[in-house]
Structure formats: C-alpha cells, structure tokens
C-alpha cells in the first residue's frame, strides 16, 4: 500500500501511540483524520495540516456521524486505525463490575462501533483496510489484568475471525500488538516494563506494517519473541510463574 495520498482516520488520537502515529503517516504524504473525545489535544496534533473530528468510540451513532463527516471532508477512507483504548490495574481484592464494562466499552465495543462504521463502504468498493490495536497483553493472563487482558485477547480473535471472513470481500485486516509504550496510559503504572519503546518508536511499526499490509505486527522484537513463547506454556507453569514472579517479601 502507498501510504502517500491514503486516506486514513485514526481514533484515540490525541496523544501516546495514535497521535504519534497520525504524525507519522501525515508526514509520509498521507491524508489523515485523528478522533478523539479531548477536541483541544486533537487540535494539537492536527496542527492544521490533519481533518480534526471528535467523538466517543463508545456511542455508536457518533461513531457512524464521524465516518461520514470524515467520508466527506477527505472524499473517502481507505484505512482506519482503531487506537482508543482504557488500562486500569484490577485488584482482585477491590474487585469492580464497572472497571470491566469500561474496558469492554472502550476497547472492545470501540472497536466494533469503528468497524460498523467504516465497513459497508470497504465492502462496496471491494478495497481498504482495518487496522486493530489490541496488545501482547492479550496473549496470556497477566497480574492486575484481567479487565484489559481480556478486552485484548478479544479484539485479538475478532480480528484473526475477520481477516477469514473478508479475505473475499477485497478488505484487509491488520492486528497490531505492542509492548509497553511510553504513554499517558503506562507513565501510571509502578511495575516493571521491559523492552519499553517510545511512541514515536511504535508509530514507525505500525505506519511500515500498514504499508506492507502485513496480517501481523508485534513490537518490540524481544517482547515478540518472550510473549509468541509464553503462548506455548502449559496454563499450570505459566500461572505459578507470574505468581512467584509478583509475590511481595512478607
């Protein structure tokens, strides 16, 4: 895929990966769209050179209004990036229902409402391209993730469910999976975070992985390599390894 003269809309752009990212493919000559629910840091990112469109992923009928607003200001969409996504540590002794809905809400309903709306018209025209954000989290159970561990290993088979379904239709399906990013979402945690990349680092993954259409893209190499390889441990092991690897002295 030529990224210069695509059209891309980016959601969850307004800072960390997607606003790097919406940097990124504007300055390889792509038209970009960034989204988001805070107008002013939109805005920022956009520094005029980007289509500015504001919306919450999680209201379905704003998220339909966005696609054809941005439709209309950049005659069309040949990518979206769906980016927006919520991370709270979860406590299994302070367990709470609403920290789940909303992950679901934001990283999983998100998800399909940007789908639902960009998807009749890539179906029409046979062409374009949808791109998830999900996470390695999403590859096995973490400590204190199990509301966004969760939301990740779902968007994860629904994107692999869909590149089989629309394989024959003409539109493609890229699931992207990072490490640790420096972002406003992971400068709150207090865990360790190996192989941490910048965004602007992650960016230039993910703008290469759309220009080669790649199925897959999963950075950075040796988080890739640690987590594709924790996949293939039995569930016994590998919980009794992170629970050994989390317990506090005393």
């Known amino acids: 895929?030529?990224?210069?003269?695509?059209?891309?809309?980016?959601?969850?752009?307004?800072?960390?990966?997607?606003?790097?990212?919406?940097?990124?493919?504007?300055?390889?000559?792509?038209?970009?769209?960034?989204?988001a629910r805070r107008e002013d840091k939109l805005k920022e990112v956009a520094d005029g050179r980007m289509h500015v469109e504001p919306v919450d992923v999680t209201d379905k009928a704003a998220m339909?209004?966005?696609?054809?607003?941005?439709?209309?200001?950049?005659?069309?969409?040949?990518?979206?990036?769906l980016n927006a996504g919520a991370w709270d540590q979860v406590r299994v002794d302070r367990w709470d229902s609403e920290?789940?809905?909303?992950?679901?809400?934001?990283?999983l309903m998100g998800l399909v409402h940007g789908i639902e709306a960009v998807l009749p018209t890539m179906l029409e025209a046979r062409a374009g391209m949808i791109v998830g954000i999900a996470s390695v989290a999403g590859y096995r159970g973490l400590p204190n993730s199990e509301a966004y561990g969760a939301t990740?290993?779902?968007?994860?088979?629904?994107?692999?469910s869909m590149r089989v379904d629309l394989r024959r239709h003409g539109v493609k399906v890229q699931t992207v999976c990072p490490g640790f990013v420096k972002?406003?979402?992971?400068?709150?945690?207090?865990?360790?975070?190996?192989?941490?990349?910048?965004?602007e680092r992650a960016a230039t993954e993910?703008?290469?992985?759309?220009?080669?259409?790649?199925?897959?893209?999963?950075?950075?190499?040796?988080?890739?390599?640690?987590?594709?390889?924790?996949?293939?441990?039995?569930?016994?092991?590998?919980?009794?390894l992170l629970a050994k690897a989390v317990r506090r002295p005393g």
Do not use: C, Y
């Open 183 to 199: 972002t406003e979402m992971t400068e709150r945690n207090s865990f360790p975070m190996p192989f941490i990349i910048s965004a």
């Open 152 to 160: 990740k290993a779902a968007q994860i088979n629904m994107l692999e």
């Open 1 to 35: 895929m030529k990224l210069a003269g695509s059209r891309i809309w980016v959601t969850g752009a307004s800072s960390g990966i997607g606003a790097a990212l919406a940097r990124e493919l504007e300055s390889r000559g792509s038209q970009v769209a960034v989204s």
């Open 99 to 107: 920290v789940f809905r909303r992950h679901f809400d934001v990283n």
């Open 206 to 240: 993910i703008a290469d992985g759309i220009a080669k259409e790649k199925a897959e893209v999963v950075f950075p190499l040796p988080m890739k390599l640690m987590m594709k390889t924790a996949r293939l441990l039995p569930v016994a092991p590998w919980a009794a």
């Open 64 to 81: 339909l209004a966005a696609a054809a607003s941005i439709r209309a200001a950049l005659g069309g969409i040949d990518v979206i990036v």
